[in-house]
């Protein structure tokens, strides 16, 4: 008994060795398919290999609906296998791996079905005849009316007298810039800044300025106060622009009180102005002398506050050589 059941456990053996390794349709289950047992249907992971190489390829995004058409077929294929209906599921794998491997075709460009090009035309040159001759063009210079070596188009001084030399504008020189061209300048060489005369010579320094200091001194005082600098400046500054001049400080008084203290009043009152010009400015005292005249010489009546505050004054007098 023994004997009988170890040949038929090796007859069953045999006859699925042969089963499996004598037929070219199985491979090694690669389990995608989620199907039990060591080999396979090769057609069943063909397909799942074609499917996936599609994905890989990007198909299932540069046509998602055939992708997902032959993914469908693929595990349909899958379904019906795992049914038990081997060869039909064998079949429908065939025709997934099929739609799998034809999906998202290359369009043929247009130029490679476009006609072949028409010939050529013929093209037929046509004779033209030449031109006739045309004269070179005569030459004519630019104006230049003043014949000061600038063209009219360009010369901004278009009247220029003949022979004065002028700058690139048309313009003649002034070498000294006192706004008197140097054909008209009697004074060639005044320094700049120096107002000049229209033969170009420096004009003459103006040396009238106001008689009447606006000065006020307190009653029997000859002390300056601040708020009259600004006016005593005026001086100072006249002296300063003015090297070589002079200037005469006149004290005054009113009537009121006596000749002798009025005169003495005065006087003190015209030097403490020289003095404060002195120290400020930094003058020769040569240059400015001071005298009081006490009431002798009104400008004004002395019967009124008016008429004596006008009396109470410091007067200059300028010299220039």
Do not use: W
Request: charged share 30%; aromatic share 6%.
């Amino acid at each position: 008994m023994k004997k009988v059941l170890r040949g038929s456990s090796f007859l069953a053996a045999a006859l699925s060795a042969v089963s499996l390794f004598g037929c070219a349709n199985y491979e090694v289950n690669s389990y995608r398919g989620n199907i039990p047992g060591k080999y396979i249907r090769y057609e069943m992971q063909e397909a799942d290999r074609a499917v996936e190489a599609a994905r890989v390829a990007g198909k299932d995004k540069s046509c998602p609906a055939e992708f997902k058409a032959a993914e469908d077929a693929k595990n349909n294929a899958y379904d019906v296998f795992r049914a038990c209906h081997t060869e039909e599921g064998a079949a429908l794998a065939k025709k997934a791996t099929e739609k799998a491997n034809a999906l998202c075709p290359v369009p043929v460009r247009e130029a490679e079905i476009a006609p072949a090009a028409a010939p050529a035309p013929v093209v037929v040159e046509a004779v033209v005849p030449a031109p006739p001759p045309v004269a070179p063009p005569v030459y004519i210079p630019p104006a230049d009316s003043d014949r000061d070596g600038v063209i009219d188009e360009l010369d901004r001084c278009p009247n220029t007298p003949v022979g004065v030399k002028v700058d690139r504008k048309g313009c003649p020189l002034d070498s000294d810039k006192d706004g008197v061209a140097d054909y008209l300048d009697k004074c060639p060489d005044t320094p700049a800044g120096v107002k000049v005369d229209s033969d170009g010579c420096p004009l003459p320094k103006n040396c009238n300025k106001p008689a009447v200091v606006e000065i006020a001194f307190d009653t029997n005082k000859a002390l300056i106060k601040a708020k009259y600098h600004a006016e005593l400046d005026k001086i100072g500054s006249f002296l300063k622009e003015f090297p070589k001049s002079g200037v005469a400080i006149d004290g005054h008084t009113d009537s009121v009180g006596s000749e002798k203290l009025n005169k003495k009043l005065s006087q003190a009152r015209a030097e403490s102005v020289r003095n404060y010009i002195i120290a400020k400015f930094g003058i020769d005292g040569s240059r400015l002398s001071a005298k009081g005249y006490g009431p002798a010489k009104p400008i004004a009546s002395n019967k009124d506050a008016a008429g004596r505050a006008k009396n109470r004054r410091i007067e200059t007098t300028y010299s220039c050589e």
